[in-house]
Every structure is written in structure tokens, then in C-alpha cells.
């Protein structure tokens, strides 16, 4: 369920269509609602906002809009909707590439509105779950990386085995009150800066 409070960004050319959503919206108790009238600098538009969700209407996606939503999911990371007239299969892809989190084709009816924007923050919070957990598991990796990297290192210049080498990282890491990674990147950078 969505929160009451969210601000939300309805980005609409066209006053009619645009009146729909924000029908919709007010029903289901959403009071903080900006309505944009044109995607003209909507990335700049959008920090100055700073809306939580972002409602997006057009007739048919153009590629330049396409891009600005690349931008502003790459960038601000919010829920997307999109709502469009009528669809193709590349539009689709390109826009879930751009980060929308819910592309509805002929779908703008103010009865829909609460379903679709509880939708499309469950499916954004699902999606930014997943990025943190890639992005939390790719941190690890490259910390392993040059923890690996740095006791070579030590193993090579001090000629210790691998366990020594492990055990003087990490003693320096607590006695630093460091992380281990942190110790293991300056012995790197270190032996980068010597060679």
C-alpha cells in the first residue's frame, strides 16, 4: 500500500489526460501531487521536485523521452509509471531498460490510478532490493579481490605464507579500528605507488 504523504510528479502534456490521474490520485488521499505540463529539462525539473513517484502520460514514447527516463532512474532513482495510448514491443524494452517500473498501455482510468501507483512503488522497492543485493555482492567480490591481491603482495615482499600474511592485515585492521578491505587497498596502493 502506498504512503499518503508521498509527493507525487504527474508529467503530462495534456491537461485532460493529466486531470485524470490527479483525480485519481486525490481520491485515494495522495494530497502532495506536481503536475509537470512538458518533459522539456525534466531532469532538472525532477531534483527540483523531488517527488518519491513519478507519473508519466504520453500519447507514445519518443526516444528522447526514453533517454530522460534513463537519465532520471539512473540518476534519482524513483518509482516510474508510464502510461501510453498505444505500444510496441521495442518501446516496452526501452523502457524498461530506462527504469520504469510500470509501463500501462490504455490504461488511464481514475479507478486505476491507486492500484497502479501501489504497483509501480512495490515493483521499484522490489527492483532497488535486487540492485543493492548485486551491488552489495559485487563490493564483496572486489573486496576478496584485493584482500587476495594485498597478501600476495605481503607473501611476495615479507616472505610470509598465506595465513601469516592474512594474520598481519588483520591485526593491522583491528588495531587501525579499520576494515580488513580498507587495510588491503592501501597495502595495494601502496605496492603501486613502489613499482
Same mark, same amino acid.
Do not use: C, W
Given at each position: 500500500?502506498?504512503?499518503?504523504?508521498?509527493?507525487?510528479?504527474?508529467?503530462?502534456?495534456?491537461?485532460?489526460?493529466?486531470?485524470?490521474?490527479?483525480?485519481?490520485?486525490?481520491?485515494?488521499?495522495?494530497?502532495?501531487?506536481?503536475?509537470?505540463?512538458?518533459?522539456?529539462?525534466?531532469?532538472?525539473?525532477?531534483?527540483?521536485?523531488?517527488?518519491?513517484?513519478?507519473?508519466?502520460?504520453?500519447?507514445?514514447?519518443?526516444?528522447?523521452?526514453?533517454?530522460?527516463?534513463?537519465?532520471?532512474?539512473?540518476?534519482?532513482?524513483?518509482?516510474?509509471?508510464?502510461?501510453?495510448?498505444?505500444?510496441?514491443?521495442?518501446?516496452?524494452?526501452?523502457?524498461?531498460?530506462?527504469?520504469?517500473?510500470?509501463?500501462?498501455? +490504455?490504461?488511464?482510468?481514475? *479507478? %486505476?490510478? &491507486?492500484? @497502479? =501507483?501501489?504497483?509501480?512503488?512495490?515493483?521499484?522497492? /522490489?527492483?532497488?532490493?535486487?540492485?543493492?543485493?548485486?551491488?552489495?555482492?559485487?563490493?564483496?567480490?572486489? +573486496?576478496?579481490?584485493?584482500? *587476495? %591481491?594485498? &597478501?600476495? @603482495? =605481503?607473501?611476495?615482499?615479507?616472505?610470509?605464507?598465506? /595465513?601469516?600474511?592474512?594474520?598481519?592485515?588483520?591485526?593491522?585492521?583491528?588495531?587501525?579500528?579499520?576494515?580488513?578491505?580498507?587495510?588491503?587497498?592501501?597495502?595495494?596502493?601502496?605496492?603501486?605507488?613502489?613499482?
Amino acid at each position: 500500500m502506498a504512503d499518503k504523504t508521498l509527493t507525487i510528479l504527474v508529467i503530462d502534456e495534456n491537461p485532460a489526460r493529466a486531470a485524470v490521474l490527479e483525480d485519481g490520485l486525490r481520491e485515494a488521499g495522495h494530497v502532495s501531487v506536481v503536475r509537470l505540463d512538458t518533459t522539456h529539462e525534466l531532469l532538472r525539473r525532477i531534483f527540483e521536485i523531488d517527488p518519491d513517484v513519478i507519473l508519466i502520460d504520453l500519447e507514445s514514447p519518443s526516444r528522447d523521452v526514453l533517454e530522460q527516463m534513463f537519465q532520471v532512474s539512473r540518476t534519482v532513482k524513483r518509482p516510474v509509471a508510464m502510461f501510453v495510448d498505444q505500444s510496441d514491443t521495442a518501446s516496452i524494452e526501452a523502457s524498461v531498460d530506462a527504469g520504469v517500473s510500470a509501463y500501462i498501455v +490504455d490504461g488511464l482510468k481514475k *479507478e %486505476r490510478v &491507486k492500484s @497502479i =501507483l501501489d504497483m509501480t512503488v512495490s515493483r521499484f522497492n /522490489a527492483f532497488d532490493h535486487l540492485r543493492q543485493e548485486l551491488q552489495r555482492a559485487r563490493d564483496e567480490l572486489a +573486496d576478496r579481490k584485493t584482500i *587476495e %591481491r594485498a &597478501k600476495g @603482495i =605481503l607473501m611476495k615482499q615479507k616472505g610470509l605464507d598465506e /595465513a601469516e600474511a592474512y594474520r598481519l592485515m588483520r591485526n593491522a585492521a583491528m588495531n587501525g579500528k579499520m576494515k580488513l578491505s580498507d587495510v588491503a587497498r592501501s597495502i595495494v596502493t601502496a605496492a603501486e605507488l613502489l613499482t
